[in-house]
């Protein structure tokens, strides 16, 4: 009878010892997983990064980002400067270009002013004047369409910038400095001077 009793109390405490064994078995292996996941120094404690090695990595990237947008904002600025200037360059070419030729153009000009001035009063040549006149008109009025403008200062102040002074002469009924005599007609393309007016000034 004493030996059935003891044989349930040895089934038991071997119950509780294999459960024991399993349990440490289990903590074992949890540390053995998270031993493995994190790196570990010489002396066994997770290497973890300081967060001064962190703000260190941050500013360098900030660094990285901030030259980059640089770079790129003054890549922006010379294209424009580029597509600016390329614009100019067009716009002067299409206001410009015709310089050449406006110049020879006006010489024409001249040619028919002083064959109106010879032709003068004279009755026998009314009809040939009145005929240079009309191409005089109608030349200066094409010229006009393509911004060719004819600078004329009689009685106007001297411009050194538009005018030419071919000699200063006595005049007590002009003011001083002020175009008296317009010896040969200027003219400008698109405000600028193609050729200067030829001019006699008052004396001072």
């Not at 997770?46 to 360098?60: F, H, R, T, W």
């Not at 009063?121 to 009309?134: L, N, T």
Request: hydrophobic share 40%; no cysteine.
């Amino acid at each position: 009878m004493a030996n059935e009793q003891k044989a349930p109390e040895t089934d038991a405490t071997e119950q509780a010892q294999q459960a024991e064994q399993t349990v440490a078995e289990e903590v074992t292996a949890e540390e053995q997983a998270a031993t493995e996941a994190e790196p570990v120094n010489e002396e066994g404690a997770p290497e973890l990064q300081s967060v001064a090695e962190l703000m260190s990595q941050l500013e360098v990237a900030q660094a990285e980002v901030a030259s980059l947008k640089d770079q790129m904002l003054r890549s922006q600025a010379e294209a424009q400067n580029i597509r600016r200037r390329a614009e100019q360059d067009v716009e002067k070419a299409h206001k410009f270009g015709l310089e050449k030729f406006a110049g020879e153009m006006v010489e024409i000009v001249d040619n028919l002013e002083r064959a109106i001035e010879a032709a003068g009063e004279d009755e026998a040549v009314k009809p040939i004047r009145e005929g240079v006149e009309m191409t005089l008109n109608m030349f200066v009025s094409g010229l006009a369409k393509f911004n060719v403008e004819q600078v004329n200062p009689q009685g106007e102040a001297f411009d050194p910038a538009l005018h030419q002074a071919m000699s200063m002469v006595p005049a007590p009924d002009a003011k001083p400095n002020t175009v008296v005599a317009v010896m040969q007609k200027g003219y400008t393309l698109h405000g600028r001077l193609i050729r200067p007016a030829m001019v006699m000034v008052a004396k001072g």
